[in-house]
């Protein structure tokens, strides 16, 4: 599985470049990490697209590694909406908090030496779950989940 520090470092080097559209590696981690930053406002539009293009009518025709997610990136006055993507469970250090932990790094208080998240803040949490594997940690909390602390977006 590869690792969601290219990720976060892909997306957050976009925004400070104020690109309009960012291709990634088609992988179900991407495409769910992606999924969240679309649900939670940080990103437009996503596609499944080639290398080239973000053209799902081609997306079956290539191979996998020719296969990528078109994110479009959205801007408010003409300032990125998204300012900092970080990593919180590296390969060295793995961050897994119950739900009562995660319950306090959303209400504001810290957890395992994690900062609290701030307003409009969000962590992204990999769960034991296979009907909902990746959530937003408020989702998570909702549904009385634990899991992987993966990353955090504001």
Same mark, same amino acid.
Request: proline residues 6%.
């Given at each position: 599985?590869?690792? *969601?520090?290219?990720? +976060?470092?892909?997306?957050?080097? !976009?925004?400070?470049? %104020?690109?309009?559209?960012? !291709?990634?590696?088609?992988? @179900?981690?991407?495409? !769910? ?6 649900? /939670? ?5 996503? /596609? $499944?697209? @080639? ?16 296969? %990528?997610?078109?994110?479009? =990136?959205?801007? $408010?006055?003409? %300032? ?10 590296? *390969?060295? %250090? ?8 995660? $319950?306090?790094? +959303?209400?504001? #208080? #810290? !957890? ?25 940690? #408020? ?5 009385? =989940?634990?899991?992987?602390?993966? +990353?955090?977006? #504001?």
């Amino acid at each position: 599985m590869p690792l *969601p520090h290219d990720l +976060c470092a892909r997306v957050q080097n !976009a925004f400070r470049a %104020r690109l309009r559209h960012i !291709a990634v590696p088609h992988t @179900t981690q991407n495409l !769910a990490i992606l999924s969240i930053l679309l649900r /939670t406002g940080f990103l437009s539009n996503l /596609t $499944r697209g @080639t290398i080239t293009s973000p053209s799902p009518a081609d997306f079956h025709g290539v191979g996998e590694p020719q296969r %990528r997610i078109w994110a479009e =990136l959205k801007y $408010r006055d003409d %300032r990125p909406v998204l300012s900092n993507m970080s990593l919180v469970s590296m *390969p060295s %250090r793995r961050v897994f908090m119950n739900a009562g932990e995660i $319950r306090g790094i +959303c209400s504001g #208080r #810290r !957890a395992q030496m994690i900062k609290p998240l701030g307003l409009g803040e969000i962590a992204v949490v990999k769960t034991r779950s296979k009907e909902h594997e990746w959530l937003e940690a #408020r989702e998570a909390l909702m549904l009385g =989940l634990d899991g992987e602390v993966v +990353c955090r977006a #504001r």
